[in-house]
């Protein structure tokens, strides 16, 4: 679990650059008290999103990044045996819910199946989180939101949605930037050159456009803003490719190396 602090927040806004009317959705659904689930491939700003709308909000802001062994427990609290005996402490999301926080679930449905249940009530117009070890009935504060993030395109074979947690939540629907953008976010991140940045994208694009076939993913902006980064400091653009994009894509070094021909092809003098 992550918290950023309200004063952090009120003093650096996360930059983000809107691809539509994802930050008026976002801000009517906090509003209006409604839950959001974010869908997208990994790497595409569903994170960052997040981070800019608490900061937008002056909300604190607590993330899950959830995985196999997340438990419903996890979340939500547990008893503890201290000099004194037992005591209650609180789990991420019931500690969202008492301070009136954004709570984000990244990739929900990584978390065991009974994580998805107790979402249910906090998600719908009860607004109220269940605590059955303590007999407590949480209500949310109006300032409270659950944001849930999961990506499709990869989970969809493996993991699912179930459809009475899905309808619960306004969804957003994130892909990887179109061109132009994704270029402009990339320079914007560090100091590179946009001829640079350009390349990169490119890249990115063409391992994209191979990504069916040969890879699990395809790579994120958050991998070309990594290796842009390398480059910014003086590592040659083939060997910052190679370890901030290639070996994070494929264990398999046949795969790598032909990842790395079209990693030659783009930065050819």
Request: aromatic share 6%; hydrophobic share 45%.
């Amino acid at each position: 679990m992550s918290a950023l602090p309200l004063a952090a927040q009120a003093a650096e806004l996360p930059p983000y650059h809107p691809f539509g009317e994802e930050i008026e959705l976002f801000e009517a659904a906090y509003r209006h008290g409604l839950p959001m689930l974010l869908k997208g491939p990994t790497g595409c700003g569903k994170t960052r999103f997040v981070e800019h709308m608490a900061a937008r909000l002056r909300r604190p802001l607590v993330t899950v990044s959830c995985h196999d062994d997340l438990s419903a427990t996890d979340l939500v609290g547990r008893h503890l045996i201290g000099q004194e005996g037992t005591y209650w402490v609180d789990g991420p999301l019931a500690h969202a819910v008492r301070t009136g926080a954004i709570c984000y679930l990244d990739e929900v449905v990584e978390a065991r199946k009974d994580t998805t249940v107790i979402l249910h009530a906090l998600s719908d117009d009860r607004r109220v989180l269940p605590i059955e070890r303590t007999g407590e009935l949480l209500e949310a504060p109006p300032q409270f939101m659950l944001v849930v993030s999961y990506n499709p395109g990869y989970q969809q074979l493996l993991k699912g949605l179930k459809p009475s947690t899905r309808q619960r939540f306004v969804s957003l629907s994130f892909d990887f930037p179109e061109a132009q953008r994704e270029a402009s976010i990339v320079q914007g991140e560090c100091a590179v050159d946009a001829a640079t940045a350009r390349r990169l994208v490119s890249l990115a694009r063409a391992l994209r456009a191979s990504a069916e076939h040969d890879l699990e993913e395809a790579p994120g902006t958050r991998l070309l803003v990594n290796a842009a980064k390398l480059i910014a400091a003086g590592i040659a653009p083939r060997s910052a490719c190679r370890v901030a994009l290639l070996e994070c894509l494929s264990d398999d070094p046949q795969v790598v190396s032909a990842l790395g021909d079209v990693v030659d092809a783009v930065f050819e003098t």
